[in-house]
């Protein structure tokens, strides 16, 4: 995503951390180094990250960033999608070229920071609407405590 800026940032998908006073301080800090190896963050194997079930993104090692980059950007149509049989077999036709795929893997390299992704907004959303869709409140009444709500949080 790019910011009020212009400059690219990465939202975090997910995240890990280590509870201060954890008595398993060493091991927590290797399993945190585990899962930021390249064989944990490329997609796909038995140890990514997709299998152990923590969820998809961009990887935040660079090796795994490079593999997963290089491995969408490669994908080819499959038959009857562009692609076509002759004599010697299938051949497939590249969904993107290299014209293409070069302004993609400019911007993934072009990323400065990363910041967490803010519930609040959403947060204050449900709440203010939650008495609408309950029946309590009319449309009018809900958007107004929403308004107020955010204009408190934005002026904090």
Not at 42 to 68: F, H, T
Not at 85 to 107: C, R, S
Not at 128 to 136: I, L, Q
Request: aromatic share 8%.
């Amino acid at each position: 995503m790019r910011d009020h800026h212009g400059e690219l940032q990465a939202v975090v998908n997910q995240s890990v951390a280590i509870r201060a006073g954890t008595p398993n301080y060493v091991n927590a800090w290797n399993f945190i180094k585990l899962l930021l190896t390249d064989t944990v963050q490329c997609p796909g194997g038995i140890g990514s990250l997709q299998a152990l079930g923590l969820g998809r993104g961009r990887p935040v090692n660079m090796v795994a960033n490079d593999r997963q980059i290089g491995w969408a950007l490669s994908q080819s149509l499959p038959v009857g999608e562009g692609a076509y049989w002759t004599n010697e077999g299938e051949v497939y036709h590249p969904v993107l070229t290299m014209e293409q795929k070069q302004p993609v893997i400019d911007m993934f390299w072009g990323v400065t920071r990363a910041t967490l992704p803010n519930q609040t907004v959403g947060n204050l959303y449900l709440e203010a609407m939650a008495p609408f869709f309950a029946g309590e409140v009319g449309l009018d009444e809900a958007m107004e405590t929403l308004r107020r709500r955010l204009s408190l949080y934005l002026s904090e």
